[in-house]
């Protein structure tokens, strides 16, 4: 049996949305975990899949998953909104 968790995160803007996914896409879950996490972006929506088999390992990926969003997102809030290269033209 497989457990799955579908989430679907909005972001003022689609350059907010992209940085968040540049950043917490590169944070895999381990292979000998049993989970899988599958980030996707459209617009400025954030997909977020997060499957496993132990329902204990779910919740844990998923702890981990919102404990990464909230550091990128309230450091983007510390700094302000994100500067697009256009802006140094």
Do not use: H, W
Not at 46 to 54: K, R
Not at 58 to 63: E, G, K, M, Q, Y
Request: proline share 6%; hydrophobic share 40%.
């Amino acid at each position: 049996m497989s457990l799955s968790v579908n989430l679907s995160i909005p972001f003022p803007s689609a350059r907010e949305a992209e940085i968040v996914y540049q950043v917490l896409r590169v944070d895999k879950e381990p292979s000998r975990g049993s989970i899988v996490k599958n980030l996707t972006l459209d617009n400025n929506l954030l997909q977020v899949l997060i499957s496993g088999t132990e329902a204990r390992k779910v919740r844990v990926a998923l702890t981990s998953f919102f404990d990464s969003l909230i550091l990128v997102t309230e450091t983007m809030q510390q700094f302000g909104p994100p500067v697009s290269s256009y802006d140094y033209y």
